[in-house]
């Protein structure tokens, strides 16, 4: 049966002369593997393998049978245009850092509107806002999909506590042997990045580069000890290069 759905496009492999298989979080579905087939045809009025570049949000009607594995699409349309996130660098590479965290994250096919709603959301702004004001996007992403998906940290923060204790997911003084030390500098900064609540308030939250990735690895070593399915990400390498 034929059914309507939006989604995010997470990675697509090209299959045959013309045609791409793509893994898509669609808001009704969750994660989905669709064929969609003539995409890349030369012999087409217009090549729209475009669309199904990592990152695209579309509105899909699809053909969903529960019992298949891969599914097809009938029809698709970008739901947003991106204006600017697939030309700047930094923004491209902040979006494929995302893309690849939802990959590592999402179990598959079980429906999370919440994350995608937010996940939306959240390349929309990407798009939008100033390359300025993207800096600590990686980390609000994360921190977001961690509580959405029920691995979020407690913000109960205070001066005399350094560590982070991965039973408790709470700030602590004792070390744990699991995770690298965090200094008090760092555990503040995190702490604020709990708490914020919109993209003027992440906007706000000053760092340099060096406290920035440190927190980012923590926090992928903190996902890694999470789900077996996290590893290591490719595209962290160039994150690191462009964010300064």
């Known amino acids: ?48 393998g475009g669309f199904f570049q990592p990152g695209m949000l579309l509105d899909l009607v699809v053909y969903q049978q529960p019992q298949k594995n891969m599914q097809r699409i009938r ?24 893309v690849e965290l939802l990959l590592r994250l999402l179990p598959e096919q079980a429906p999370l ?14 798009d939008k806002l100033s390359i300025h004001q993207v800096a600590n996007f990686p980390l609000f992403f994360i921190i977001q999909c961690s509580k959405i998906l029920g691995y979020d940290l407690k913000d109960n923060f205070s001066g005399e506590k350094t560590m982070n204790i991965m039973p408790e997911a709470g700030f602590a003084a004792n070390s744990s042997s699991a995770m690298p030390f965090i200094n008090n500098e760092d555990t503040g900064i995190l702490n604020l990045l709990l708490i914020a609540d919109s993209y003027n308030a992440l906007e706000k939250i000053e760092m340099n580069a060096d406290i920035r990735l440190r927190l980012i690895d923590w926090f992928i070593a903190y996902l890694q000890l999470h789900t077996q399915h996290m590893g290591n990400l490719k595209s962290l390498s160039v994150l690191r290069a462009i964010l300064h």
Do not use: W
């Open 1 to 48: 049966m034929l059914h309507k759905t939006n989604g995010i496009v997470l990675r697509s492999i090209k299959y045959g002369d013309s045609s791409f298989i793509t893994t898509i979080f669609t808001a009704v579905y969750g994660i989905q593997t669709y064929i969609v087939q003539g995409v890349r045809s030369t012999k087409a009025k217009q090549n729209r």
């Open 75 to 98: 029809e698709f349309s970008a739901t947003y245009i991106y204006t600017g996130l697939q030309e700047d660098v930094v923004k491209n590479s902040i979006s494929i850092f995302s």
């Open 113 to 126: 509107p919440a994350l995608y709603d937010m996940a939306c959301e959240y390349f929309i702004a990407l």
